[in-house]
């Protein structure tokens, strides 16, 4: 991703934090969800019931309401979707900033 010159100082703080990057690996996990979801034809109200949650928690899972997931809550989601999580570490995104 991309940002104008006037943004690179407001982001190069940002990513110096750790809730910077948790934010996106959190978003990243829905979006995979999301995708597992359609993939397996499985709706929100189905997953809910697999894991004997309420559609409401479910629907604050996927629509980001919900800021900070246990792995365990990761992996009984995937699980529930018929995926699994797995985890990689990568360089940081050196050309944030490029325009």
């Avoid at 982001?11 to 934090?17: R, W």
């Avoid at 629907?59 to 792995?71: A, D, G, P, Q």
Wanted: proline share 3%.
């Amino acid at each position: 991703m991309h940002y104008g010159p006037e943004f690179a100082s407001a982001f190069q703080e940002a990513m110096e934090t750790p809730e910077y990057w948790m934010e996106e690996v959190r978003l990243d996990f829905i979006e995979e969800l999301e995708s597992l979801l359609e993939k397996q034809k499985i709706s929100q109200t189905a997953l809910a019931r697999k894991l004997g949650k309420s559609d409401a928690y479910i629907s604050k899972v996927m629509n980001s309401s919900i800021s900070n997931f246990t792995l365990r809550t990761m992996v009984q989601l995937a699980l529930a979707a018929g995926g699994k999580v797995s985890l990689t570490i990568e360089d940081a995104e050196p050309d944030v900033f490029a325009v």
